[in-house]
């Protein structure tokens, strides 16, 4: 069991950046990949990033490539999403999901995670 606590929401104008954080509970960080997955008022909920248990690989929904970062810290037991040049639809709530599959096969998945921080909302204004 990991439990999992976002933060680093908030309410930011577009064009401005913040940087999310995911942490988590026990010793075992580095033997789960990370996601980070969004849902917006009115919409399911979509894969934003995700990051293998080392960080050597990391993962992108295609329309975030190059304003969206994901990385990892394990002697912190954090993982991070840098998101800059935010735009008004990025508004959406944030979470930070853990499983602890070794391989990388549907890893842009909701299903495929276990575990599920609470969200943290994130608001852009125009």
């Known amino acids: 069991q990991v439990q999992l606590v976002e933060s680093g929401g908030g309410l930011v104008q577009a064009g401005d950046s913040l940087k999310l954080s995911c942490t988590a509970s026990?010793?075992?960080?580095?033997?789960?990949?990370m996601g980070w997955f969004r849902q917006a008022p009115g919409k399911e909920r979509e894969f934003v990033a995700a990051?293998?248990?080392?960080?050597?690989?990391?993962f992108y929904a295609d329309s975030l490539k190059g304003r969206f970062t994901v990385s990892r810290d394990n002697a912190k037991n954090t993982a991070y999403l840098q998101m800059n040049s935010l735009k008004p639809e990025d508004t959406a709530v944030y979470y930070c999901?853990?499983?602890?599959?070794?391989?990388?096969?549907?890893?842009?998945?909701?299903?495929?995670?276990?575990?599920w921080g609470q969200g943290t909302q994130v608001t852009v204004s125009s």
């Open positions: 999901a853990a499983d602890r599959s070794f391989h990388t096969i549907g890893i842009t998945i909701e299903r495929r995670y276990d575990f």
């Open positions: 026990g010793r075992t960080f580095s033997t789960y990949t």
């Open positions: 990051i293998t248990r080392s960080g050597g690989s990391t």
